[in-house]
């Protein structure tokens, strides 16, 4: 997970004749995965016109440049043992302490899931698919989904995997189903969470799907039928009118 705590930016620009702006860009961003915080790494880093030119990362413990300019600051700033001292210092005093406020600040938050269904691999009948069902934007993390088929649960044939959500504090999961489809059957995601007030059931009805399907099909092809037809109108009324010369009456 990547939590960015701090985003400062100095700009300067250049008004001169032929001169274009020069802007400035300084970042601090603070990275972790484990809940304890054990893996955090404290990064700062200076990016000029886009480019990011020289990078302090807690875990190296110095400055490194990516370019001739880069290396000359990093260098410098390396040079300077209490700064240096103080950026690593940063890693408990900075990071440590807004992610704590952070997290505390979540504590009494309850976010419903987002559920949806869709497959991730499809094939005829009598070979296998593959469902997915996914669950995201909810805190806290906890939360139990499972599959039903034919409603009863399914414990084999089972892929989860659960990950957080980048920078929003929010958590999603992805649970895989592999089946051989069989004729006339359902299948339904379960997802219970704080959050919810019950059970939430999402059904995947592939019989369903399949006229889905079927309807857009026909009706496109109602469509393009329809169309066909009238360019036929058109030209066979264009072909009866050809050559037609209107003869003038004259009224006595």
């Known amino acids: 997970m990547r939590l960015v705590l701090l985003c400062s930016a100095l700009v300067l620009c250049l008004t001169l004749s032929g001169a274009d702006d020069f802007v400035y860009f300084f970042r601090s961003e603070c990275h972790f995965s484990a809940s304890d915080l054990r893996d955090l790494v404290y990064v700062r880093s200076m990016t000029f016109n886009g480019k990011e030119r020289v990078r302090f990362n807690s875990t190296v413990g110095k400055y490194v440049g990516f ?3 880069g290396e000359k600051q990093a260098n410098y700033w390396n040079g300077q043992k209490d700064y240096i001292a103080r950026l690593s ?20 938050r309850k976010i419903k899931p987002e559920v949806k269904i869709y497959p991730a691999k499809t094939a ?21 989904v499972s599959w039903l088929r034919n409603g009863q649960p399914v414990s084999s044939d089972l892929t989860s995997m659960s990950f957080a959500s980048d920078g929003d504090w929010t958590y999603q999961t992805l649970l895989y189903l592999e089946f051989t489809p069989q004729g006339g059957e359902t299948f339904e995601c379960a997802v219970d969470h704080v959050a919810l007030d019950g059970t939430l059931k999402l059904r995947w009805d592939p ?19 329809g169309l066909v037809f009238a360019v036929i109108g058109v030209v066979y009324w264009k072909r009866k009118t050809k050559g037609h010369i209107a003869v003038p009456t004259v009224q006595s």
Request: charged share 20%; with cysteine.
């Open 67 to 69: 370019d001739t300019w």
């Open 124 to 144: 005829s009948q009598g070979h296998t698919h593959m469902l997915v069902c996914h669950a995201h934007g909810f805190y806290p993390r906890q939360i139990a």
């Open 89 to 108: 210092a940063d890693k408990d005093r900075f990071c440590k302490y807004n992610v704590q406020l952070m997290a505390s600040g979540m504590q009494d």
């Open 207 to 225: 019989a369903a799907r399949e006229a889905k399907r079927n309807k857009v099909i026909m009706g496109a092809s109602g469509l393009v039928l």
